[in-house]
């Protein structure tokens, strides 16, 4: 069944998204530590740091639940992700395919690499707000913000889109290294913006930067809803497994501890710095206050600060456009992962033109995170569970299937649900996360015992 990569391929290209990863091509620990210290020390944190006081959290609220997320997240890449990806050394997409088939696979492989596709549009409007500081000509967006804000930011997105997807086209070798260089001087650069902001400060008392108020009458966000969105921001990496194309070439599965990194560093530290400087933005405008992260750093650190926002934005875009290449290679087999990353890249900047999916970053990581991650629990049903229960392991390529109804039921039926709680009443999107999660695993064994035929036994 599996598509093996010509050999004559150059070692560079072979990124193996229909084999095992031989044990030649296996990675040490410091691709992957400062792969997650570039990736979660990025354009995010500039984005969601500001939230935190915009939704109106204290100062306990984010202290103590950066905290505990973040720790829960680390644990999860650990004991969850790692394991299993080191057992396996395959995509997400090439397991789901030997579990749901070509045809269902397909489908999530679309959904999948177009939230992706989102999420990387989202850094290419952070690293925009940077480069269109010096220009008056770029109109900056704001929290307001759902279309594009000129023809000069439109020309910004795209010159830097077009630099990023060619960085992704690369593999992940490269997208490593970059990361692993960036990393360290962009979290010097968010501490010099946090030290920065203090003194400048009417006063350092923390209730007084994270006062509990959201501002402009926008719902608020208290312990619980911080501890899980630190938790399950990266839900569709860890829960969902998408990191299983990382963690595939680490050689152990301690590697996962490496996420550490970009939780202690990023998503705890660069997310307390980011908001020190838009408390410092509130402090002069009020409420009409911008968190575009361009303007916001140049005040604080200068020009060093607006070269930070634009790798800052790169290191999370690239291994997110490589993701979604990824994705859609998997949709496609005979196309070539260049050609699906060059697609993911060219949607990733048409997205990157519109603010609202920077300037809305909690609810739609909340929501990409939700309809992502479910599909982990079927991997884990089947790669733990799947005897214990009486389920196929890898259903459809045992049985030669092409659509795992069993899966699709699974998947939708939690999904929908969600949906419907979100909309019709308004819950943090993050509350509802390992619910459906779990509802989802739970449905497949029941499914895959009462709806799956099983294979049919040959004879010696």
Same mark, same amino acid.
């Given at each position: 069944?599996?598509?093996?990569?010509?050999?004559?391929?150059?070692?560079?290209?072979?990124?193996?998204?229909?084999?095992?990863?031989?044990?030649?091509?296996?990675?040490?620990?410091?691709?992957?530590?400062?792969?997650?210290?570039?990736?979660?020390?990025?354009?995010?944190?500039?984005?969601?740091?500001?939230?935190?006081?915009?939704?109106?959290?204290?100062?306990?609220?984010?202290?103590?639940?950066?905290?505990?997320?973040?720790?829960?997240?680390?644990?999860?890449?650990?004991?969850?992700?790692?394991?299993?990806?080191?057992?396996?050394?395959?995509?997400?997409?090439?397991?789901?395919?030997?579990?749901?088939?070509?045809?269902?696979?397909?489908?999530?492989?679309?959904?999948?690499? &177009? !939230?992706?596709?989102? %999420? /990387?549009?989202?850094? @290419?409007? $952070?690293?925009?707000? #940077?480069?269109?500081?010096?220009?008056?000509?770029?109109?900056?967006?704001?929290?307001?913000? &759902? !279309?594009?804000?000129? %023809? /000069?930011?439109?020309? @910004?997105? $795209?010159?830097?889109? #077009?630099?990023?997807?060619?960085?992704?086209?690369?593999?992940?070798?490269?997208?490593?290294? &970059?990361?692993?260089?960036?990393?360290?001087?962009?979290?010097?650069?968010?501490?010099?913006?946090?030290?920065?902001?203090?003194?400048?400060?009417?006063?350092?008392?923390?209730?007084?930067?994270?006062?509990?108020?959201?501002?402009?009458?926008?719902?608020?966000?208290?312990?619980?809803?911080?501890?899980?969105?630190?938790?399950?921001?990266?839900?569709?990496?860890?829960?969902?497994?998408?990191?299983?194309?990382?963690?595939?070439?680490?050689?152990?599965?301690?590697?996962?501890?490496?996420?550490?990194?970009?939780?202690?560093?990023?998503?705890?530290?660069?997310?307390?710095?980011?908001?020190?400087?838009?408390?410092?933005?509130?402090?002069?405008?009020?409420?009409?206050?911008?968190?575009?992260?361009?303007?916001?750093?140049?005040?604080?650190?200068?020009?060093?600060?607006?070269?930070?926002?634009?790798?800052?934005?790169?290191?999370?875009?690239?291994?997110?456009?490589?993701?979604?290449?990824?994705?859609?290679?998997?949709?496609?087999?005979?196309?070539?992962?260049?050609?699906?990353?060059?697609?993911?890249?060219?949607?990733?900047?048409?997205?990157?033109?519109?603010?609202?999916?920077?300037?809305?970053?909690?609810?739609?990581?909340?929501?990409?995170?939700?309809?992502?991650?479910?599909?982990?629990?079927?991997?884990?049903?089947?790669?733990?569970?799947?005897?214990?229960?009486?389920?196929?392991?890898?259903?459809?390529?045992?049985?030669?299937?092409?659509?795992?109804?069993?899966?699709?039921?699974?998947?939708?039926?939690?999904?929908?649900?969600?949906?419907?709680?979100?909309?019709?009443?308004?819950?943090?999107?993050?509350?509802?996360?390992?619910?459906?999660?779990?509802?989802?695993?739970?449905?497949?064994?029941?499914?895959?015992?009462?709806?799956?035929?099983?294979?049919?036994?040959?004879?010696?």
């Amino acid at each position: 069944m599996a598509e093996s990569v010509p050999v004559n391929l150059p070692a560079a290209t072979n990124e193996y998204e229909r084999t095992r990863v031989p044990d030649s091509a296996l990675k040490g620990p410091s691709s992957f530590w400062g792969m997650y210290a570039g990736e979660h020390t990025a354009g995010t944190e500039f984005m969601l740091g500001p939230l935190f006081i915009a939704w109106g959290a204290s100062a306990l609220d984010v202290i103590l639940g950066l905290l505990l997320g973040n720790l829960l997240a680390v644990l999860t890449w650990r004991y969850l992700t790692a394991p299993i990806a080191t057992d396996l050394r395959t995509t997400l997409y090439y397991k789901l395919e030997k579990i749901c088939g070509r045809k269902l696979v397909a489908l999530y492989n679309v959904a999948n690499g &177009i !939230l992706f596709c989102f %999420l /990387a549009g989202a850094m @290419v409007t $952070v690293s925009a707000t #940077a480069v269109g500081v010096p220009f008056p000509g770029v109109r900056m967006p704001t929290f307001t913000d &759902i !279309l594009p804000t000129g %023809l /000069a930011w439109c020309i @910004v997105v $795209v010159v830097l889109g #077009a630099l990023q997807t060619l960085v992704a086209v690369r593999g992940y070798s490269f997208v490593a290294r &970059i990361s692993h260089l960036a990393a360290p001087w962009m979290f010097l650069v968010f501490v010099a913006c946090g030290l920065t902001a203090l003194p400048k400060l009417a006063s350092l008392e923390p209730s007084q930067i994270w006062t509990g108020v959201a501002l402009g009458g926008k719902p608020g966000i208290g312990f619980v809803g911080i501890m899980l969105f630190a938790w399950l921001c990266n839900a569709a990496m860890h829960l969902g497994m998408s990191d299983m194309s990382i963690f595939r070439y680490a050689r152990k599965p301690t590697y996962g501890w490496a996420a550490s990194a970009g939780m202690l560093l990023g998503h705890y530290v660069a997310w307390i710095c980011a908001s020190l400087l838009f408390a410092l933005e509130v402090q002069r405008h009020g409420e009409s206050a911008s968190n575009a992260p361009g303007p916001m750093v140049f005040a604080a650190v200068g020009w060093a600060g607006l070269i930070c926002v634009v790798i800052a934005g790169w290191t999370t875009a690239n291994p997110t456009i490589y993701r979604a290449g990824l994705a859609f290679q998997g949709v496609w087999p005979r196309m070539s992962r260049s050609t699906g990353t060059l697609i993911a890249g060219t949607l990733a900047t048409v997205a990157g033109l519109f603010p609202a999916f920077a300037m809305r970053l909690l609810d739609f990581v909340g929501i990409y995170g939700t309809v992502l991650a479910p599909v982990g629990a079927i991997i884990v049903v089947d790669h733990y569970y799947a005897r214990r229960f009486g389920l196929v392991q890898n259903w459809a390529e045992q049985t030669h299937a092409t659509f795992n109804i069993a899966a699709l039921l699974a998947w939708l039926l939690p999904i929908a649900a969600f949906f419907w709680l979100y909309l019709r009443h308004d819950i943090f999107p993050s509350y509802l996360t390992v619910p459906v999660w779990l509802t989802c695993g739970l449905l497949y064994i029941l499914f895959g015992r009462t709806l799956l035929r099983r294979p049919v036994a040959t004879s010696p």
